[in-house]
């Protein structure tokens, strides 16, 4: 198929595990966990792969040099230096990202201004035309990371981030990242064994999220583009086999999945969103308010939902955090309950113990994803009906 390359994956923080789990699942060879990322070595048709499958990844970088630097003249003049008609055309559009973590280097646009100037010049200086900057819809993204003096240059894979599956046309006040939903999921450990309920969901992100999961439908399947696909090696052929080999291993699912918002909008926007993304037949969304709703099914339930902070919605966060408590305990036996909160003052509010707290981020907020189980019947009789 090709020759294997380095790439990277990059992640949300305490995801690492997750994405790594995830590239060994799907086969990729050399797997290193970083910080926010895993790395790993592939071919061109594990990259097409990568981006299609990867459920908690954001991007797909392919690194095509590394080096030193001191000054920003060294950054242009390696850039400048490197074969970048491989890559793009003077008719060609592109655009710079950068990151930085440098006490020299401090400023992430300027280094992404030095290495556009760079090559814009070289192609000026070579060919008479550049290339123009878009920012929305490049030919081709360029990634540059500076670790102290190390500098990476690397092609970008994936384009758009890849938490933008596809599916979601209509979003709520303070929508759930499909990334961070689909590893809150294989946090919790539902493998889709169980009925799964979100009370409070939004968009649909979460069902969505958990139905392609449970059914091994490709995270990625609904996008309508990869950055690989304006690339000069872009390769339709192997991309459709391996969309085919990747489509091949859905299989059925036979619980099922529910969400309820109190709110009629988000009720037709996440019913929008389910029909988007073709999982109709697995996922019911219904106008309810938690609050007064109990548990419908037999059986084992699993509940992941994503409530208020405060941080957006203006409400009063002690109370609202009680009647979780209370809804859950008068009304979801034989449940495991599981939310994320960046308020852990309103946390203690619930009035339960949780079994398990992960410490997770939502956006750039420090949260809990935090667990509580809830028995059918007093967790003593539990407790004597196992050892009996």
Known sequence: ??????????????FEDLLEKELLQLGAQDVRKGTRNVSFRGDKGFMYKANLCLRTAIKILK????????????LYEQVYKMPWDKYLTAND???????????????SKFIALKVKDAIADKFRN????????????PTLRIHVHIQHNECTISLDSSGGSL?????????????????????LIMLSGWDGQCDLLDPMCGSGTIAIEAAMIACNIPANINRKEFGFEKWQDWDVDLFETIEDSVLNKVREFHHHIYGYDKAPSAVHKAKDNVRNANLSEYIQIQQANFF?????????????????????????MEEFYAQIGNTLKHGYADTDAWFITSNMEALKSVGLRPS???KVFNGKLESRLV??????????????????
């Open 1 to 14: 198929m090709g020759e294997n390359f380095k790439m990277v994956a990059k992640t949300m923080h305490g």
């Open 63 to 74: 690194p095509i040099r590394y080096f030193s630097i001191r000054s920003e003249k060294e």
């Open 93 to 107: 559009t592109f655009a710079i990202d950068a990151t930085v973590s440098s006490t020299q280097f401090t400023h």
């Open 356 to 358: 398990r707290k992960i």
């Open 163 to 183: 938490h933008k599956r596809g599916y979601k046309t209509a979003t709520n006040i303070a929508p759930i990242n499909e990334v961070l939903a689909a590893g």
């Open 292 to 316: 007064e709703t109990k548990k419908e099914t037999e059986g084992k339930l699993h509940i992941l939902f994503n409530p208020p902070y405060g941080e957006r919605l203006h409400i009063n």
């Open 371 to 388: 667990k509580y189980e809830m028995y059918a019947g007093s967790k003593k009789a539990k407790y004597l009906d196992n050892n009996s």
């Open 126 to 137: 070579t060919e008479g035309k550049r290339p123009n900057v878009d920012l929305k819809f």
